[in-house]
């Protein structure tokens, strides 16, 4: 059965001109298409975010009371997607052919698919190096980076060549691809260019600051 964020997917595809392929399920893991540019073939796996029973909880408090207070953890519906979509690209795109797992969020009055759930559900949390203090000295910063839970690394799914996040609002369909800077084989520039799309880039801050997302367009 055809999933939302499949239909979606399909519809922007369409709507940009991208030729897709649905690929037949089978008894191996594998991802859901094959989308072409300039005669290029890429594997997308598509996933989505449903509500889970805290999600519910939270829209029935919200209905009732009129507001909620949200406490996800930053970028653990993100890391999910990828540790389950990582094998089913890697199966048709490794050493061959870029991949990009595409997400849509499907659960109302959350976005788990904003730009920060994004980074350090890819790269980790944000973590600050501290000294060690001596006496009664305060601890000194040493540094910025990414921390634990980070799912994308030199070494590891790397067949991921960026994560891409569709959106529907009043106005229509859009897409944001946020590049894998440890990709194998990147997203090639002619697809950027044809989805139309917001894509970003990891920046290096330097060492006392955090890593961010950088907008550049193909």
Known sequence: MQTKSEALFESFCEMQKIQYEKIIESNTRKPDYWISTDGIRIVVEVKQIDPNKDDEANYKEFIEKGMVVGDAKPGARVRSKIK???PQISNLAKGKHPGILV???NVPLAN????YHLKVGMYGL?????SK???FEPPLVLG????GKRKLTE????????VGVIREEREGLFFDLYHN???SIPVPNSLCKKLECNEYRLLNNGQFEFKSWALAKS
């Open 84 to 86: 389950s979509a990582a």
């Open 103 to 105: 997400v849509f969020n």
């Open 112 to 115: 788990f698919l904003d730009s």
């Open 126 to 130: 944000d973590t600050i190096v501290l």
């Open 133 to 135: 203090p001596e006496d």
């Open 144 to 147: 910025r980076k990414s921390g």
């Open 155 to 162: 070494n590891l799914n790397t067949s991921i060549s960026a």
């Open 181 to 183: 800077h440890f990709a």
